[in-house]
């Protein structure tokens, strides 16, 4: 019983951070933790090269963490907030954050 | 003052993954919290092979994740625990499982 809830629990970690445990997808996920952004402020903010964070966005895009809207600015924005999947990792990245602050 | 800790956090975040950012890494520090482990136990129990096995324990020791001592059996045995560094990420390991239980 208790090796089967930690094989659980392993493949659990495992195959989140399959999702989630690139560095540049938990900078930009943690980045819009803030609130929605257009492509040049998470460039900014995350220094991520505009390939990198194109790529990127539409991964996480695929995966349901991001949604995207364009807004009929000139020129033209794009903004990316987080889904409710993306919301939903904000336990996690505090978690982070307090062993961070003791630990590093 | 919010942009300047949103900086400080995602820095915390991308520091912490470099520490325990990598799958291997997580796997075995998520396998010990259960308690001190052999060499070939964490080996069934993460699937790792040895030559991984010992190259992650290595890292986690230096990084001061992991302790190992050596019992004077026939053959010796190397135990590996969990250091204070190391049990202090159950908590975010526990926000891990909570997110996948739900998300994935």
Request: glycine residues 6%; aromatic residues 8%.
């Amino acid at each position: 019983m208790s090796t089967e809830s930690a094989e659980k629990g392993v493949c659990c970690v495992v195959e989140s951070f399959e999702q989630i445990g690139s560095q540049w997808r938990l900078v930009v996920l943690h980045d819009l933790q803030e609130g929605e952004k257009r492509f040049n402020e998470l460039k900014r903010s995350t220094g991520a090269s505009s390939r990198t964070l194109s790529r990127v966005l539409d991964d996480l895009g695929e995966m349901g963490f991001v949604s995207r809207r364009t807004e009929a600015d000139a020129p033209i924005a794009t903004y990316y907030s987080l889904s409710e999947k993306g919301h939903s990792l904000s336990p996690v990245f505090e978690e982070i954050e307090n062993w961070a602050e003791e630990w590093l």
